[in-house]
């Protein structure tokens, strides 16, 4: 666009002297009465080639116009195009967050069994959709953290109900947003004091 803009100017700046240049001739054309005749006659093929040289010169500004403004549309389309690409494609990375949370419940039975507890895993907000390598960096550190509060928080059957609690413990996952292009994970369980 930079160096159509340039050519443009140039055909303008162009035009102009031509345009200049033919005024002259026929200034010159005017005072041609006293002039011998085949000195009239080689001004007039100059005007005519002069004059053929504006209409050229009208002609490439007009084709230059035309392909900055063709240019200006297609720019503003392949933008149009990009933006919708990046779109599709940021929805294609997208995945509800259940695609890291589908493994917890055995993941919390199994372990709970072998320690001989009890325990519940309510997970909200699973449809939330996340990016798919954000999610794929959570899966680790949210099966240690759960894994935690079955081994560490819950505590056995017989504990709760002395402490006056349900004999099954209770895991919650609960994911909120967007908000302002922000996921919370809040993971909370009612084992301990």
Known sequence: MSDLR????????EQKGIESLAESLRRLLQLTKEMPAD???QIKDISKSVNALVESSYLNSRNVSDVVSSIKKQKSASHRL?????????TLLMLPFSFVLDFLPKSVRDLAKHLNKEVNLVITGADIEVDRRILEELKDPLLHIVRNSVDHGIEKPEE?????KPATGMINIEVTGPIEGNIEMIISDDGGA
């Open 82 to 90: 990009i933006n919708e690409v990046s779109d599709q494609a940021q």
């Open 39 to 41: 000195i009239k006659e």
């Open 160 to 164: 709760r109900l002395k402490a006056g």
């Open 6 to 13: 340039k050519v443009n100017s140039l055909v303008e700046s």
